[in-house]
């Protein structure tokens, strides 16, 4: 998986602000950092840390990977939980709901995630891209 682009990601973060119509000394103050960090970052010139990734999806909904990759949506959907049918998820449904109760409410468990999902990524993005396609060519067949 590539490095998030700096410039890219500052600019997406600037969106961001903009879209919420936040003061970049307001936004700064939600995430929990100065206003001199967010302005570096808007600029490109810093990187986002984990606590504030971590506050622009708790107190915002941002999607992670709209801000790191500007793919997908800006904002999650407000009740993640809404969209786990059984019918997807099967008899994994409850330990999804339970994974994102703890993966929520658990710093320990976000960190040993994300760095594992991280690593994850990195080793088998090759195969992940493939299986997205294949999912998406289906579910195009069944919406025809």
Do not use: C, W
Not at 98 to 103: C, D
Not at 121 to 137: A, C, Q
């Amino acid at each position: 998986m590539k490095e998030p682009n700096l410039k890219k990601t500052g600019k997406r973060m600037q969106a961001i602000r903009s879209k919420l119509k936040l003061l970049q000394r307001d936004f700064a103050a939600e995430l929990d950092i100065s206003p001199a960090s967010l302005s570096e970052i808007e600029a490109g010139n810093g990187k986002p840390r984990f606590n504030v990734i971590y506050n622009l999806t708790k107190k915002f909904n941002v999607n992670i990977y709209y801000l790191l990759h500007g793919k997908g949506e800006m904002f999650m959907a407000d009740d993640i939980e809404r969209n786990i049918v059984p019918e997807t998820y099967g008899e994994h449904t409850e330990f999804l709901k339970t994974f994102l109760r703890y993966f929520n409410d658990s710093l320990m468990v976000r960190y040993a995630m994300m760095t594992h999902l991280r690593t994850y990524l990195i080793e088998k993005e090759h195969l992940i891209e493939k299986d997205v396609e294949k999912n998406k060519r289906e579910k195009d067949k069944k919406t025809k």
